[in-house]
């Protein structure tokens, strides 16, 4: 798709022709595919600790005295007396955060300006747990060439407005010294993840300045905690976001393409997000290393972030785009989702609003097509639940809704989320239940109408 804004570009392409296996130079910490944050993170009610390292990524020259390679200069806490095996996966996760810090190999030198950005990253352990690294990069304070700095926060929680607050008061304790960054991380790293809509309030002393009060608060909607969709709204207009979850809810291959990096995490989580209640579960990589671009080469679908100016390597090559994207969802509910998106966003507007705004009528698509399975799904004896698919599609009176949902039946993301559902004997008290609740009153509240109406 061309002209898809200044900033950011989303490239829907269908492999053709033959491709070689990705790069698996990082060890086994990253051999795993990447996940969307909402399937492969835990359900969050609260008292986990916060975060698993802070550690600071710079640059160091390399032995041969030609080049710079991103190294951890600082890690709290230390861990001592591991066991054999738990040291081995320590080793594995530290070799492996570095590349990320740095994931362009553009910045790998002394440099007057760098833009400050803020970005995150998901790696996949050989045990299949997974952890995202929430990183602050920019240069520190000084005259002339510096080298640029990333603080990480290695963590197995998804909340990027908390973490992102944590970042500005590490940064700002770093600039006046390494020592006072300890009883900060320390106070967060013995306090509990609070549960959604309540605050943990940290006391920490800064020289010169006092004790200060830090508050972190969870959103009341935790659904929405990891992802702010504004990025994706200032990149992209309203028609091509629609296009990009059209091939998101078919599993395509989809690239995104930017120059910055807080620009390509933002938009790919945001895009991941918009398929609530149901979760990605192919490689899914915000920011991809140089030295992992053979990933976008991958016969299965993928959901991947490039710096633009990698564009000639990952899509000089036999791929083309389907050219379907319009066709993919029920004219009417395309049309719905336009409609509320187009009402607008008030300046004054929350993240928390903005991100209900934007994710409200996508997760009324699913309730439209989707949302009646509990009544196909047939419990036996033992209480495991069998899912009627032909009877599930065939309920829809729609016929542009029966042929998308005779796709979508087919599609992981689906499975998965049916699976689940077969398992438990009630559905969860989610948000996607709730609104499954208000449309099925909404239609036995209109029924009566109609009839007085003929």
């Not at 795993?32 to 802070?54: D, I, K, S, V």
């Not at 020259?61 to 001592?80: A, V």
């Not at 969870?218 to 504004?230: A, G, Y």
């Not at 439209?368 to 829809?396: D, W």
Request: charge should be positive.
């Amino acid at each position: 798709m061309d002209g898809l804004g200044r900033r950011l570009r989303a490239s829907l392409r269908l492999k053709r022709g033959r491709w070689g296996p990705p790069q698996e130079n990082l060890g086994e910490v990253v051999k795993e595919p990447e996940r969307a944050l909402e399937h492969c993170l835990p359900n969050l009610a609260g008292g986990q600790h916060f975060f698993e390292y802070l550690l600071v990524v710079s640059l160091k020259r390399k032995h041969s005295g030609e080049d710079y390679e991103p190294r951890i200069i600082y890690q709290f806490p230390k861990r001592e007396n591991l066991l054999r095996g738990q040291q081995e996966e320590e080793e594995r996760l530290l070799g492996a955060i570095p590349l990320f810090c740095f994931p362009d190999g553009n910045e790998r030198a002394p440099l007057t300006e760098c833009p400050r950005e803020t970005f995150s990253f998901v790696l996949t352990n050989v045990d299949g747990s997974r952890k995202i690294g929430y990183c602050r990069r920019l240069l520190p304070d000084g005259h002339g060439p510096r080298l640029p700095r990333v603080y990480c926060i290695i963590s197995c929680i998804g909340c990027f407005g908390l973490f992102s607050k944590i970042l500005d008061e590490v940064e700002k304790r770093h600039q006046i010294s390494m020592a006072i960054i300890y009883p900060f991380m320390q106070g967060l790293r013995e306090a509990a993840f609070p549960a959604p809509g309540k605050t943990v309030t940290l006391k920490s002393f800064i020289p010169d300045s006092g004790t200060e009060f830090i508050s972190l608060t969870r959103p009341l909607d935790s659904h929405l905690e990891h992802v702010d969709f504004r990025s994706l709204m200032r990149c992209l207009s309203f028609e091509q976001i629609l296009q990009i979850f059209a091939s998101a809810v078919l599993e395509r291959r989809i690239i995104f393409l930017a120059e910055g990096l807080s620009t390509l995490s933002q938009c790919i989580h945001a895009t991941a997000a918009l398929l609530y209640p149901f979760s990605w579960a192919h490689t899914y990589i915000p920011v991809v290393p140089e030295s992992l671009l053979g990933t976008v080469c991958c016969p299965t679908p993928f959901m991947v972030g490039v710096q633009m100016r990698f564009r000639q390597e990952v899509l000089d090559s036999p791929m083309e785009e389907v050219g379907d994207e319009k066709d993919i969802l029920p004219p009417k509910l395309q049309d719905d989702i336009l409609e509320s998106l187009s009402q607008g966003i008030k300046e004054s507007q929350t993240s928390e609003q903005i991100n209900e705004h934007v994710s409200r009528p996508f997760v009324q698509f699913f309730v439209k097509t989707v949302g009646h399975y509990a009544s196909y799904i047939k419990r036996e004896v033992n209480g495991q639940g069998r899912f009627q698919e032909r009877a599930f599609y065939k309920a829809l009176t729609s016929k542009a809704n029966r042929r998308f949902v005779k796709k979508f039946v087919k599609t992981q993301l689906f499975s998965l989320f049916i699976q689940e559902a077969e398992k438990s004997k009630n559905p969860p008290a989610d948000y996607f239940q709730k609104k499954i609740r208000e449309y099925e009153e909404q239609k036995k509240q209109k029924k009566p109408k109609e009839k007085t109406v003929k």
